[in-house]
């Protein structure tokens, strides 16, 4: 079972976002990946397109005031997640028509479907709690997330 920390590094939770847009936002959680590593730094304008390029086929903004943009590419090493929070509001052209406020980017290895199905059942199956989708965005800083995401992996193991 593939758990949230694992995945999210310490370095790319974002709280607040800077960007006001979707493509911005979408560019500054890849931009968090790459600085923590997660993600080659000479890829990301190869990422940066896939994943934009998805969105304009159908948006990721699945309601509720999430969006988990994903994609997947032969040059990631490993599943690797960014989250960013918006006090604002996106507009992600969402299912919805609401704004999103917390926004989980997956990036994963093309060779390894497989792991990229779990990590998103992982991260739907928190998002589509409410209690955890209130948590998610009323945490103030990376580290309140950081505390939530630990939370939530350790509920996983007790249930």
Excluded: C, W
């Excluded at 979408?26 to 890829?43: F, K, R, T």
């Amino acid at each position: 079972m593939i758990k949230l920390t694992q995945i999210v590094g310490e370095r790319a939770v974002l709280a607040p976002l800077a960007g006001s847009d979707r493509d911005a936002v979408i560019g500054e959680l890849l931009d968090a990946l790459i600085a923590s590593a997660a993600v080659p730094a000479d890829l990301r304008s190869d990422l940066l397109a896939k994943i934009l390029a998805r969105e304009k086929v159908g948006s990721t903004g699945f309601g509720k005031g999430v969006a988990v943009p994903h994609v997947k590419h032969r040059g990631i090493p490993r599943m690797a997640a960014a989250i960013g929070l918006s006090p604002r509001g996106i507009d992600f052209n969402s299912l919805d028509r609401q704004p999103v406020y917390s926004v989980f980017l997956l990036l994963s290895p093309e060779d390894r479907p497989e792991e990229h199905l779990q990590a998103m059942e992982v991260i739907f199956r928190n998002l589509g709690k409410d209690t955890f989708r209130r948590f998610l965005r009323q945490s103030q800083n990376p580290a309140e997330v950081r505390t939530l995401l630990e939370e939530v992996d350790g509920q996983a193991l007790a249930g």
